[in-house]
């Protein structure tokens, strides 16, 4: 019979209670790896560069390293992925949330346009 108990009731130990915080801490990290480790403060568009701020400091970003944007939408959130031709410092790939609100699939005019630059470059 299944019974709750703790240790301290009946002096027996179950490895569940060390599985299971175990497996938790694991995919807590997998979360916060794939989706917080790379995710920048800041991204303006500078015409032929981009100037990202990550963790207090600036990087500016030549359009011709970009290789592609990526769209994911999340919980209400747009994200855009950065994938970069070359290793730099903030990685070869990062996100970033836009501010204010766009289209229906999450794209505003300004992404539109950012992505048309790296299509003709």
Same mark, same amino acid.
């Given at each position: 019979?299944?019974?709750w108990?703790?240790?301290?009731?009946?002096?027996?130990?179950?490895?569940?209670?060390?599985?299971?915080?175990?497996?938790?801490?694991?995919?807590?990290?997998?979360?916060? !790896?794939?989706?917080? @480790?790379?995710?920048?403060?800041?991204? *303006?568009?500078?015409?032929?560069?981009? =100037?990202?701020?990550?963790? &207090?400091?600036?990087?500016?970003?030549?359009?011709?390293?970009?290789?592609?944007?990526?769209?994911?939408?999340?919980?209400?959130?747009?994200?855009?992925?950065? !994938?970069?031709?070359? @290793?730099?410092?903030?990685?070869?790939? *990062?996100?970033?949330?836009?501010?204010? =609100?766009g289209?229906?699939? &999450?794209?505003?005019?300004?992404?539109?346009?950012?992505?048309?630059?790296?299509?003709?470059?």
């Amino acid at each position: 019979a299944w019974r709750w108990s703790t240790l301290a009731q009946t002096g027996e130990w179950s490895a569940w209670a060390v599985v299971i915080p175990v497996l938790l801490g694991i995919f807590g990290f997998v979360l916060h !790896h794939e989706f917080l @480790s790379n995710l920048v403060d800041e991204v *303006w568009d500078m015409g032929d560069a981009l =100037r990202v701020r990550s963790r &207090g400091r600036e990087h500016l970003l030549p359009l011709s390293e970009v290789e592609r944007l990526d769209y994911r939408p999340m919980q209400g959130l747009h994200w855009i992925v950065v !994938h970069l031709h070359t @290793s730099h410092p903030l990685g070869k790939k *990062w996100v970033f949330i836009p501010q204010g =609100r766009g289209s229906i699939e &999450g794209w505003s005019p300004q992404l539109d346009a950012l992505e048309e630059r790296l299509d003709q470059g």
